[in-house]
């Protein structure tokens, strides 16, 4: 069996690792963290809601020990307004085609690491550098860089022809947050609370289980730089996030400041925040080292998302079990770079070029089309959950209508038709 090493231990690479362990594939997984440091010496790695679909992948890889008893999400409650100051507010809801939550990672990881070598691979703890990495492929017949947004990423060449932009688009406060009461009054499920100021940026709770098993919620802060929203960068610790966020709340969204007033930092975790900026990037297919040799990304090395739209965590798991599935398809053949274009190209068109360009289009101003789809989703709940928030966890469904006022049009036409005879 090919030798196969993952420089990195996130949630892409561990599935990509299970995935060839099922095979009997000789893989050796590098993390620069112990299982016990995953877990308690450290924030989790982002917010990550997963779909069912995304659930569903590890469920199938005996990965799977949460799902069953996490707080659960299914849709989304979305109050949108054009502008801070303006009088109008559109509210919409709808559902998601699968139910989701997110689960802390540092649960997750810590667990399959602990399981990893009972599996049958090899872990190793190393922070790998740059030199390292050249001397780990050569050694190996295959080399994976799942590094998530890590410097070791730059390694990979970025992608100008895919990569939009070369700069963060918002900057980023998430904090995880107990005595937020729920939306159980303004909707019939448990949604994703979504708050979209199209002058100021975003922020959303999400249904959120915490790794002491807790189900409360995470709250993120999109802030458009220089904006209302633009006061999480001097934060020190989560009871600023905290702080910062409830003055938001209360002073913007009103609406949302019953549910919110008593949210506090989930108790007895230091590392229940973070606050950064990244540039949403697509990286080329591999990587080429100062001895030849090759690496190829996946997960978040490979497309980077912001977290707007939901779809970084979600392309991650998607991508890794993509490529293990092509390494297995490979057999014994060589992983040379017309095989991992191959296959980058393959993913692209598949999954990653709709979750990219959607994620994309919520960052920038409504569009006409997006204008269209967003007044139906809050006149018509099967719109909603068929069309737009359905979509969600399935990105190649708003394309081509997504970027086009008259196909827009006639998408909504059809549902208003259908309602009509109905």
């Known amino acids: 069996m090919p030798k196969v090493s993952v420089i990195g231990a996130g949630p ?3 599935i990509f690792a299970y995935a060839l362990l099922r095979e009997g594939y000789d893989v050796t997984v590098y993390s620069d963290r112990t299982p016990d440091h995953w877990l308690n010496n450290g924030p989790p790695t982002g917010t990550a809601y997963l779909y069912g679909e995304v659930i569903d992948i590890e469920k199938q890889l005996g990965m799977d020990f949460w799902a069953d008893d996490m707080h659960q999400g299914h849709g989304v409650h979305l109050d949108f307004k054009p502008a801070l100051t303006s009088d109008m507010k559109i509210e919409a809801s709808g559902r998601f085609k699968t139910t989701g939550g997110a689960i802390d990672q540092r649960l997750r990881v810590h667990r399959w690491l602990l399981d990893l070598e009972n599996k049958g691979g090899k872990l190793v703890i190393e922070a790998v550098t740059p030199q390292r990495l050249d001397e780990v492929a050569a050694q190996s017949d295959l080399t994976v860089l799942a590094a998530g947004k890590a410097d070791l990423g730059s390694i990979i060449p970025r992608d100008s022809g895919k990569s939009i ?3 963060p688009q918002r900057f980023l406060s998430m904090c995880i947050v107990d005595g937020v ?4 009054d303004r909707v019939d499920f448990t949604p994703v609370k979504f708050n979209f100021f199209a002058d100021a940026g975003e922020f959303f709770w999400v249904p959120y289980t ?20 633009d006061i999480f960068r001097t934060c020190t610790n989560a009871q600023d996030v905290a702080t910062a966020a409830k003055h938001l709340i209360h002073t913007f969204a009103p609406w949302d400041w019953e549910v919110c007033k008593d949210m506090t ?3 007895g975790d230091p590392y229940c925040w973070l606050k950064g900026a990244f540039p949403p990037t697509v990286r080329q297919a591999f990587g080429r080292l100062p001895s030849g040799g090759l690496v190829m990304p996946i997960g978040d090395t490979a ?9 970084g965590g979600n392309n991650a798991g998607r991508n890794a079990k993509f490529v293990a599935d092509a390494v297995i398809a490979h057999g014994d053949a060589a992983f040379d770079e017309l095989w991992m274009q191959a296959v980058h190209d393959d993913f692209w068109d598949y999954h990653g070029k709709w979750a990219y360009s959607f994620n994309n289009i919520l960052l920038e101003p409504l569009t006409a089309a997006g204008q269209i789809a967003l007044a139906e989703t809050a006149r018509n709940r099967v719109f909603a959950d068929e069309q737009f928030f359905g979509n969600f966890s399935t990105p190649r469904g708003f394309f081509p209508w997504i970027e086009d006022q008259v196909a827009a049009q ?7 038709t259908a309602d009509t005879a109905a």
């Open 165 to 167: 932009y070369d700069k």
């Open 410 to 416: 006639d998408v909504v036409d059809r549902y208003r």
């Open 12 to 14: 892409a690479g561990l």
């Open 303 to 311: 497309i980077t998302f912001d977290p707007i739209g939901g779809q």
């Open 210 to 229: 915490h790794k002491s098993g807790v189900k409360n919620w995470c709250v993120l802060f999109e802030a458009k730089a220089g904006g209302a929203f």
């Open 265 to 267: 930092p989930v108790d």
């Open 181 to 184: 009461k729920g939306w159980s």
